[in-house]
């Protein structure tokens, strides 16, 4: 495990149901760029099979993904009070 991986690991995450990200795939399918996989400090953006996947729920709620988004792919919100990262624990 790489010391990155190690300080997001004693994160406490309250995973609300509603997911706050969402990804137009059209859009991201023809993207050459995909800065979203890379800009990610917690890693939620992958390619699996040439395809973007992501996972909201250890979301860092920076919202880097959409701002380096320039085809305006990425949906992002902060969750609902109560719910997403509390950063007391990390």
């Known amino acids: 495990m790489s010391k990155l991986e190690e300080k997001l690991a004693v994160n406490k995450y309250y995973v609300d149901d509603k997911v706050h990200i969402t ?15 890379h800009i990610c400090p917690a890693g939620c953006f ?3 099979a040439n395809r973007l996947s992501y ?9 880097s993904c959409r701002l380096v988004c320039k ?7 902060y969750p609902r009070g109560g719910f997403g990262i ?5």
Do not use: H, M, P, S
């Not at 990804?23 to 996989?37: A, F, I, L």
């Open 71 to 77: 085809k305006g792919a990425i949906n992002w919100t």
């Open 55 to 63: 996972a909201y729920e250890q979301c860092l709620e920076c919202g």
């Open 23 to 37: 990804v137009n795939q059209n859009v991201c399918d023809v993207c050459d760029k995909r800065v979203c996989v």
């Open 46 to 48: 992958k390619l699996v």
């Open 86 to 90: 509390c950063y007391e624990f990390g």
